[in-house]
């Protein structure tokens, strides 16, 4: 707008500020601008689109991921206005795409209920944009408008009549912004639609990926369930045994609407619960989850009194007894959502809690009386996990008085660092003895300390916690770390807040890797959601002089793929060998210092959980006891196995 000086006045300037505001702190409005940002532009369109579908108007969302990295969003609801906005002056569709905030507010009444997790709307892509196109068809008429670098460049104009419906956004991300990265990760947006879809029933999701790659076609999936939320917890349980068949109840007040479906299965998770508020997934809970997790304990409870599976000397079931095995959705859409939380990510209405609880108590109730023999295996196996989780107890404690849990005994094996401050500390957790003890010897002994493990880990997803507590690795391990397991585990007493996996760079270490991942999944995820936990990225070769004396390494590498580059670029006359590392032994401490454990040079991996549905079913289909879903992960990831991680 800065173009347009003879129109120049104040609400321009205000424009202007607004926008210019978002390209100084893009993090304040897109958390960042590394990949996650750069993915978040696309659901804040999408979820434009989306609050038309709640609205009742669109039923077909498409994305295109186009090859030079910009992206189109399409929806066939009813376009966005152009009249001239009464205050602004301007179309409205262009207020929409060049006011701060601007989003539903100002399509007369508004959306009812509105997803987005910032809800900054549409005009911070366009700020953060290199060039913006829009199209929106009104009363049969299509209109265009461009804007260039959050700058309106074409005005609104009319390109011609059509019979279709809807809006359209091309938007092509700004390279001085996105410094890190420009490329879009297929999957990412697949997850995220996958599950928009799962939780808006019948709606159409289109992902095209017009990125061509080398032999392969181009990529279109489409997103729809009919079935909603249920087929969503069939996903979820996808390949596991399961108890029951999905149970599904919905209700409905003046403050919103509450679904939820829920299944159990015979495993030993209890971290399938996963709870939305207006399609954002509530990561940190809130009053949704507090509701049904009690009507779920509470209802079992009653019912296994009623029914003699519990006796009047046994104990309650907990809570997490009875959500053992369980993968759940619950999905509430509110006008009002309140989000507090360190992320945004907890659901704060108070008002929500008596309508999630009494919906699930009395549907629960009624599905187990209408229902007894899924009932029985329900109640049993929640039954068990109690008598487990006593047993397990009882181990802790017997192990507690050999003086193995303790963290005043720590495991003799660990060289402990010498600083007591768990912020600055850290821990490398290393395959076999004899790389133990090089990183022994080139550890930083103030902040670093060395914990060698011998032997295999535990599978802990197929042992179950009673028995590894058992083993002798396991325990080790959490003893180093000092936070417990169980009922007792508490993140704030982790002795390090960095726990780094370094094992070697072949199968046999990945396999350790896999493991140990598996175990903090499982029994330490909040250790996960702090960003404790790290893989170190050892390297794979060394490059050294031909015939050299001193056999000094010249360069490392990481990465498979980048040694026939960096040969072509640094070993034209071919005077190098090239030295493989198989294992971290065969690093002397001085090398394997300067490559994988120095702070100041190496590289970590920061383990994290994007997706928490896609890691759940990761690691029940690869570490589980069922054969089939595992051989079929593997066929379908055989060639990128290289990339793959949770
Ligand atoms: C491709 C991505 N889709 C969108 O960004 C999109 C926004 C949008 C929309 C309305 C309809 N479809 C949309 N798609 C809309 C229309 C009307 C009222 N409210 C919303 C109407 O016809 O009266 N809008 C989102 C905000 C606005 N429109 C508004 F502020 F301009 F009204």
Known sequence: ??????????????????????????GMYIGSTGPRGLHHLVYEVV????????????????????????????DNGRGIPVEKHPKEKIPTVEVVLTILHAGGKF?????????????????????????VEVRTIRDGKEYEITFDHGKTKTKLHEIGKTKHKGTKVTFWPDPLIFTETLEFDYD??????????FLNKGLKIVLHDERVREGEPEVTETFQYSGGIVDFV???????????????????????????????TTSYSTNSVMAFANNINTHEGGTHLDGFKQAITRTLNEYARSKGILKEKDANLTGDDAREGLAAIISVKLHDPQFEGQTKTKLGNTEIRPLVQNAVTRGLAEY?????APAKRIVTKAAQALKAREAARKAREATRRKGVLDSFSLPGKLADCSSKEAAQSEIFIVEGDSAGGSAKQARDRQYQAILPLRGKILNVERAGLNRSLSSETISSLITA??????????????????????????????????????FFYRYMPELIDRGYIYIAQPPIFGLKKKNSRTGKIERYIYDERALSSTLAEYDDPGKFDVQRYKGLGEMDPEQLWETTMEPATRTLLQVSIDDAAEAERVVSELMG??????????????????????
């Not at 609050?51 to 969003?73: F, K």
């Not at 599904?248 to 939820?260: I, K, N, Q, R």
């Not at 000092?482 to 094992?503: L, N, P, Q, V, W």
């Open 481 to 518: 770390i000092g936070t417990s397991i169980g009922e007792e585990f508490d993140a704030d007493k982790a002795r390090y807040h960095r726990i780094i996996i370094m094992t070697d760079a072949d199968v046999d270490g990945a396999h350790i890797r896999c493991l140990l991942l598996t």
């Open 47 to 74: 979820d434009n689109a989306v609050d038309e579908a709640l609205a009742g108007y669109c039923d077909l969302i498409e994305v295109w991921i186009h090859p030079d990295n910009s992206i189109t969003v399409a």
């Open 1 to 26: 707008m800065a173009q347009k000086s003879e129109h120049y006045n104040a609400s321009d300037i205000q424009v202007l500020e607004g926008l210019e505001a978002v390209r100084k702190r893009p």
């Open 234 to 264: 069939k996903y979820l349980n996808d390949g596991k045994e399961t108890l029951n068949k999905p149970i599904y109840f919905a209700a409905e007040s003046e403050d919103g609407t509450v679904e939820v479906a829920l299944q159990w």
């Open 188 to 197: 990412t947006l697949a997850n995220r639609f996958r599950e928009m879809a």
């Open 107 to 131: 399509g007369g009444e508004g959306y009812k209920v509105s997803g987005g997790l910032h809800g900054v709307g549409v005009s911070v892509v366009n700020a953060l944009s290199s060039r």
């Open 368 to 372: 187990l009386e209408e229902n007894p």
């Open 625 to 646: 006891d069922q054969v089939e879903p595992r051989k079929e992960f593997i066929q379908k990831h055989a060639h990128d196995v290289r990339y793959l991680d949770i």
